[in-house]
């Protein structure tokens, strides 16, 4: 019985198709195909604390001026007086490349947990590493937390999620395997806002 599937292919060899470069690679000085943004844009854009975290939280209000708050965020050294203090509100969604299983509809934190439930259902700006271009950053769209689950730390869901990330086969500190697995971890789910209203928020409008 003959395969009918076969019985027409073409015995012609075909040339081997060339491997596929980015044109980054091919050009550093191109244009990519969508805007990036560095985490110092974004930083600027929308003012956090110093330290960046997948669900980062917002500077609470204060009196002081802008020129303040600009220094105490450059300022890195640990005798340094405490930042200034930051509001529960999340002001923009982190996600890291290789740090997440199903990102963006699923996202994995161990800062930030006691925010978490006052930040459901707010609408948050969501940025994602460029997997190109390490620290640079796309914007996504706005999120919103739909749920999220605790995961206590030593247990198999931290364990196996630690595991199959891809950002776990980078070469760590003992100090650092000790922490992420020990620690409780939240298993965060997000869904898309869909409001024509919200707008990228690294877009200045114009006036």
Not at 60 to 81: F, G, M, N, R, Y
Not at 98 to 106: G, I, S
Request: proline share 7%; net charge neutral; with cysteine.
């Amino acid at each position: 019985m003959s395969d009918n599937t076969g019985s027409t292919a073409s015995t012609a060899q075909t040339a081997p198709t060339a491997k596929w470069v980015p044109r980054w690679r091919q050009n550093p000085n191109a244009v990519p195909s969508v805007r990036l943004y560095s985490e110092k844009q974004i930083q600027e854009a929308l003012p956090s604390g110093r330290k960046n975290h997948t669900f980062t939280r917002a500077l609470a209000p204060t009196e002081h001026t802008i020129s303040e708050v600009e220094v105490a965020q450059d300022k890195q050294s640990e005798d340094l007086p405490p930042e200034l203090p930051l509001a529960d509100e999340f002001c923009r969604i982190m996600v890291y490349d290789k740090a997440h299983l199903n990102p963006p509809h699923e996202l994995w934190t161990r800062n930030n947990l006691e925010q978490l439930d006052i930040n459901i259902g707010r609408a948050v700006p969501l940025f994602e590493e460029a997997p190109a271009r390490r620290k640079m950053f796309e914007f996504i769209g706005w999120y919103r937390i739909v749920r999220w689950t605790r995961c206590r730390g030593g247990g198999d869901e931290v364990l196996d999620f630690i595991q199959k990330r891809k950002l776990s086969q980078a070469s760590r500190t003992r100090e650092y395997w000790d922490s992420a697995l020990k620690e409780d971890w939240a298993k965060v789910v997000l869904e898309k806002v869909n409001d024509a209203a919200l707008k990228n928020p690294m877009e200045k409008s114009a006036s």
